[in-house]
């Protein structure tokens, strides 16, 4: 019972905070943008670049895996670069906005949306 309490107290000291968090979030969607990761496949053969977002903002095909002429295995490394590039992005992401939360207060585990 005295749980719901602290809980309560918690979601006021919020609501006094929303100014500030709304602020912030803007400030952590700009960062998004900014946030690069990339992922490889083929021992570099296809690269891919994601942002903060999860947008694909790069892709590259080496000369030699185009010379092979293999449309399944170039589409199995850049799903594989793709993919490998969007966790490292989201992991990133994650550590970007967990930096923002925790300097606004928030407890552990209350994660900011984006």
Avoid: C, Y
Wanted: glycine share 14%; net charge neutral.
């Amino acid at each position: 019972m005295f749980e719901m309490f602290k809980n309560m107290g918690q979601m006021a000291g919020l609501l006094g905070k929303m100014g500030k968090i709304q602020e912030e979030m803007a400030k952590l969607k700009g960062r998004l943008d900014e946030i690069s990761a990339e992922g490889d496949a083929g021992a570099g053969m296809v690269k891919a670049k994601v942002n903060g977002k999860g947008d694909l903002v790069g892709l590259k095909i080496s000369d030699e895996v185009m010379k092979l002429n293999d449309r399944e295995m170039l589409e199995d490394l850049v799903r594989s670069a793709v993919n490998q590039a969007i966790t490292k992005a989201r992991e990133l992401a994650a550590e970007e906005t967990g930096k923002v939360a925790s300097g606004l207060g928030l407890p552990p585990g209350m994660g900011l949306p984006g």
